[in-house]
């Protein structure tokens, strides 16, 4: 029943392909665990022991994240679970409402992640005669490490009714305008919005019952325009945190940024006060890409194929001139007839910081799955998010190399963007999210 | 920033209503752990000590369910947290390849349940020249409560191919046509259906491996019709489940049928050999129907009219008569000018058994939210899961009551509809899904 799909390509070597082949059929965690050269028995019984799995991680349920601080939570926080990720419209062209809007959302956001209702249960004032100012959905579950990240778009700070909202010339340098890449397939209902809300949780009750009370909330003030639901985070942020995997069956974000590593963070995610807009200092920018994956296409491409596609190998995600996960790519590695180990348009090399000058990420995606589409495919892929202290000298470069040259791209579509002024944390219960853009 | 939106409806007496709404801010954990009556200050600081919660019975991400037996796992199988449903239509006409499809599934089914792979993580036969038999997103995942259930729709017994196929003139009986009811807005690409794979695991990702898995191998042979997933469960299966909510915020599925019933599971749930159809006996029936809810008009609702519309109380789940969760609903208790508690429109009262003739269901729905409609509306609602013995007899009369009269109309829309025979368990190594029907 399969159709094998092939394609000429330049040879790669795979040293340890009959390693890796002659492990049979490989158990789900047995093989994380152990890597690439275990050697289990073809025709051994169907079933793990617990014993065999390297013990998870699962994060307490009660685990709530503190709201206020320098920065806002849901960057560099170990990456949840689950996601909701809403764009919305501003509907006023009124400062007050802007920042009534930004009072309310920040003292409800403040609320949820710390595991109270959005407001009162029933009705402010107590009567039941009006609806009740939380939609109650995660009545009875516990904070679920909820965090509630709030970003400004570009188009917030244009137009006519930029002088109305207090936000004409306050524009931030580095929130520049994503150019149009090569193969880009995007659709504007799928694109930009003037504010942003990402809500992560182990819990997706709880992520989505953030950002449909903050929608809720924001009624008559701004609505939604596009929604994304992430099932799976593709990214650590933290080393206490394993790699997962995407939907091409890869680990995904091995060379990521991490929380541990204040000194990086700070070169690569934080805004600074010096960088053109001292309102966003300790804040950070937001790319968001909603990239669809031709998960059937990619289905029926041989391993050795996919392999040299991303320039790891499939099981462990070692780089394929050899060691383990963690192992530095070695690029000028070459095997058979002098080629790279590491082909040239490998999405591993393309990405790397040592061929985008040095510019890092932190990457911040999930998996989806949005149904099915009419050709009976599923509407699969990864919801690409990454923060970043200048998008112009990190997302925009590297994309516009891997557009160019990437040899994933004839798997993937780009099919939503946006970018976000994610303005620093909230120092207080005075203060308010973005406060410095109104003050 | 509030619409309080009112219309007309009869008086209805809230004695609690006090009680109820001097709770002020509610606490997720609390107000369902103690009940409407607790009264909690209103300006305690925000936040919930860890005690105050119920302790959660969280499963175990090791926790794996035996795929051979009587039934199919995934019915009355506790309802694990996340769902990944897909509908199939049928590409062959040929009775070999169609049981050749069920035989693969089953063997993939049954090796992914106990968290294993689908197949070899390299290509059958050891080499990297072809795809990889698993697509690899699970590897290092747990089997996370995963179950795997298949069912046959009405249009696989009908048509010119049902000879081919060996399925002419054995269409069970119960799986009846769903009639056209008052009010369905059903949207064909999203209804019906050939074959359907139910994947359940308390892992999202885990579920979606298992179903990405089994339309890859039915490649060239069925294709994905509709795709659904449901990130959080709306029912209750076994009384040793907490209630949880759907995204009106109510508890739902209180009075479900449960496994630790096998009486009243005999009576509604599986069907018998004398019911017409023997190669179904320990099967079951299940209906699928997308519920689309209308959650922004809703939330503008007063909480007396959510609270009249469903018949019960929202924060405890108990009825309007009075009680807790578990109380039986009595209709005929009357309040303020004899007019009924439990109002007569109210969705508790029509969908009960006792004005159903007696008719259970075993409900197993989910929460979905996919993205966003064109009015900028969460595409938010129920996926509605429903196992019988019956359909004639339970959700067809339930279901025509309910379109007829229930309050709730205004706020859903029925958008998807499928039926489906789910066959019994594969009783062993030997033994394929739907045997019966081939034998």
Redesign the interface.
Known sequence: ??????RARSAVD?SA?NA??????????L???AGVGAAVG?GAA???P?AA??A?A?PS??L?YPFYGEHQAGIVTPAQD?L?F?SF?LQTTSRAELV??LK?WTAAA??MT????A?????TG???????D??????????SGLTITFGFGPSLFEGKRAAALGTAGKRPPALADIPAFPGDTLDA?QSGGDLCIQACAN???VA?HAV?NL???????A???????G??RTSSTSTSQ?T???????KDGTANLKAEDPGLLNDHVWAAAADGAPWMAAGSYLVARRIRMI??TW??????E??AIVGRD??EGAPLSGGTEFTEPDFARTGREGKPLIATDSHVRLAHHTTNSGAQLLRRGY?F????D?L?????GLFFLAYQRDPRKAFIPMQTQLARSDALNEYIRHVGSAMFAVPPGVRSADDYIGSGLFA
């Open positions: 029943m399969f159709t094998s799909r092939k795979h392909e890796g082949a002659s492990t049979g059929m490989s158990r789900r965690r093989l994380g665990a073809a169907v079933g793990i617990a799995r390297a998870s699962t349920p009660d709530a689950r909701h809403s419209d009534a809007l309310a403040n609320r710390q595991g109270a209702a407001g009162q249960f029933g009705p107590g009567s039941y005669d009006g609806p009740p939380d939609t109650g959905e995660a009545q009875g579950l516990p904070p209902a819990d997706p009750q989505v449909r929608a809720r909330i924001a009624f008559g003030t609505h939604v325009r596009w929604s994304q639901l099932f799976g394993q997962p995997r995407n939907l091409f069956g890869f998960v059937e289905d029926r491409t041989s391993l050795r996919q392999e499939k099981g998996n799955v949005d149904g099915t009419n009976g495919h599923l509407n699969a």
